[in-house]
């Protein structure tokens, strides 16, 4: 832009612009409001949304706004869900308060205007007798973008100091960087990675460097650091990522963490819960004998 | 950085893996755990039965697999795979039987199945074969044999080896237990391939099917009911120790 000498602003032509450059810069081209349109399209598409199960609508506010939370205990990944859904989570003692919907290119479902209670990716429960102590069942992918808006939407803006977070989830045995071969690893093996402000002892060995956490656990790691929020992650790495009764019970040493204390429901009880679980989803693959 | 050497199977990384055939070891792992043990004048095998389902025929989902009258395999790892390899090593014991009038010896159909293993490591597009397998029987002389091969075409001889999923609690479990009593009659060989096995299996003996090869005998599999017999004798001499173990400390 330059000033002339009669005080108006012109635009300067640039002798480095050529014609066609020119044409592009022009903001109400067709091409540009399609391109805007598919963008907007895709946001939409990508939105996470936190319904209440009670009233089947969206939250306006982040879930642990909504409700108080001194407790919160979230499994990622199959094999951390079939963990707490066989020793933890009863449907005597918990009570479903909310879901997240959220679609990105690992969803199976193609709908995303019409999930049924079925296709809900990630629970929520809290604990009917204190409903300041939640549980979270995750079972899809979160993708990088939609991270953010997932820790926005349930965990608070100015959270309550007294939470503390426990995160269980597992990991391909090949992804733990070690000097030895994987071939000599006892797995599946627990690894814990807790932010400064957890005091509390870990129930195994913490993770050494240079490995590294991933996806929705490092999310949520990260936002519990900032905030100074006590929490400790549990990272089962396994040779078998598909539901697996040995991976489950890797998890097992949790059991006796103050997290877990007075959730636990009757062990052998929950073994069978277990293996009918894991005999289910067993019998559906034939590839592998 | 090892995902640029590791889509074409004739390229090594710079630090010396042929990560497709690292990769089809981890294929191995996900199969259900096999246990071979060769004892003194028996040799056993000792497979995880995978569950079926209701509507699906049992006899179709075999793991232990006759190569000839006195030779049997066990794989674990991706099931088409095993049937390809079974297929060519059944047809190469006849030829080998109609062409020298000799039945092959087993280290001759484990170096043949070792060698078509290691032939698909070193092809152009083909991957090598996900599976692992425990091959056992009795030679000529007598000699009962074990070997396992895996997906690089390699081969060894044993006295006792696990593969699949939980191999190495399996190992371990033998490496302890594997001894010159546990093995010098059958019925104990038998019973620590079922030992083992019940290390890693959760539901018991109905989940543990069981092979045997006797000198100058052929292969005979257990029926449930004999399994089941084993499992509840176990579990007796394993409460008789325990109270043993608990009236000595008192």
Sequence with gaps: MAATFFGEVVKVRSRAVTEEEEDEEEPWAPDNLEDR????????????????????????IPLLEQYPCSKFIMAIGNNAVAFLSSFVLNSETWEEIGSTKLWNEWCRTTDTTNLSPTDAFCVFYCLKSDPTVFLCQCSCYVAEDQQYQWLEKVFWSSPNRNLQITVLTSRHVTEYKTPESSCNLPSPFLKALKTQSFQDAACCTLLEQPNIVHDLPAAVLSYCQVWKIPAILYLCYTDIMKLDLVTIEAFKPILGSKSLKGLVENVPHDTEILKKLVTTNEIQSNIYT | MEARYDRAITVFSPDGHLFQVEYAQEAVKKGSTAVGIRGTDIVVLGVEKKSVAKLQDERTVRKICALDDHVCMAFAGLTADARIVVNRARMECQSHKLTVEDPVTVEYITRFIATLKQRYTQSNGRRPFGISALIVGFDDDGIPRLYQTDPSGTYHAWKAN???????????????????????????????????????????????????????????????????????DIEKEKEEAEKKKSKKLI
């Design chain 1, 37 to 60: 349109e598919v963008r907007r399209e895709l946001e939409r598409k990508r939105e996470v949304e936190v319904l209440q199960t009670q009233t089947n609508l969206s939250l306006e």
């Design chain 2, 162 to 232: 696990a593969i699949g999923r939980s191999a190495k609690t399996v190992r371990e479990f033998l490496e302890k237990n594997y001894t010159e009593d546990t093995i010098a009659t059958d019925s104990e060989a038998i019973k620590l391939a079922i030992r083992a096995l019940l290390e890693v299996v959760q539901s018991g003996g109905k989940n543990i099917e069981l092979a045997i090869i006797r000198r100058n005998q052929p292969l005979k599999m257990f029926s449930a009911k004999e399994i089941e017999s084993q499992v509840v």
